[in-house]
């Protein structure tokens, strides 16, 4: 069974901390994905990543940076954490050139007080 | 830049109605995919259909049937039937091809239809 996990699934942090959201993959994919979800917007792109330390910016980067080191992880990383970046967070992942669909994860739902 | 419009944020029927839902989208590319997710109460994302944009051909799943039509940038999505477990936000969502940096862009969303069957 194919398999997309984020570290956590509540998460509560204070303004100003730095903050980490981890995904791991076991399904060997070349791309993987963080999207944010927020009512009445949908699911935006933040940043996606095609290769071990390879990324791209997203629809909505502002705020956030990423990093995948190896194969299977991609971390998002809010620097300074605001308010406004309550949300629910998802991560995904696909082969590349829309081979397959993109798999996601059960999603964190992060809390900045 | 591309873009995938779904009309109808929110639709309530009574089970065993059918019901379709609107997915329009906006895309330069020729080479694109298409596919429709389901998200529960419980969040997950889950998988129902993807196409290519040179597979024009209607599919049938069981209850489920997808219309994609070119010619009005449409993949509309309908429900035969409908149950209560059907009970969902659904997503439509749109990835261009990419030529270089290892495959397609990430999804374009539109911003869901909530559908709610009453029993």
């Known amino acids: 069974d194919v398999k997309v996990t984020q570290s956590s699934r509540y998460l509560v942090k204070r303004t100003g901390e730095k903050v980490f959201l981890e995904c791991v993959q076991d399904?060997?994919?070349?791309?993987m994905f963080w999207y944010r979800q927020d009512p009445g917007l949908g699911l935006r792109l933040i940043y996606f990543?095609?290769?071990?330390?390879?990324?791209e910016k997203g629809d909505i980067p502002e705020g956030y940076s990423v990093s995948r080191e190896k194969k299977e992880r991609f971390s998002l990383i809010l620097e300074s954490a605001s308010t406004n970046q309550t949300s629910m967070y998802l991560c995904?992942?696909?082969?590349?050139?829309?081979?397959?669909?993109?798999?996601f994860g059960q999603g964190t739902r992060l809390t900045v007080v | 830049a591309q873009k995938v419009t779904q009309a109808q944020t929110e639709i309530s029927v009574v089970e065993k109605e059918d019901v379709t839902l609107d997915c329009v989208y906006e895309?330069?590319?020729?080479?694109?995919?298409l596919f429709w997710y389901k998200q529960p109460p419980s969040g997950e994302l889950v998988f129902l259909i993807r196409?290519?944009?040179?597979?024009?051909q209607n599919e049938i799943s069981g209850r489920y049937s997808w219309n994609f039509q070119k010619s009005t940038s449409s993949f509309n999505f309908t429900i035969t039937a409908s149950q209560v477990v059907d009970s969902a936000v659904y997503f439509c969502?749109?990835?261009?091809?990419?030529?270089?940096?290892?495959?397609?862009?990430?999804?374009?969303f539109g911003k869901g239809t909530h559908l709610i069957i009453q029993p």
């Open positions: 995904a992942s696909s082969l590349p050139r829309g081979a397959t669909e993109a798999f």
């Open positions: 399904m060997d994919h070349e791309n």
């Open positions: 990543s095609y290769d071990v330390k390879m990324k």
């Open positions: 895309t330069r590319d020729t080479t694109y995919y």
């Open positions: 196409r290519n944009s040179f597979d024009e």
């Open positions: 969502a749109l990835s261009e091809y990419r030529y270089s940096g290892g495959g397609a862009d990430g999804l374009t």
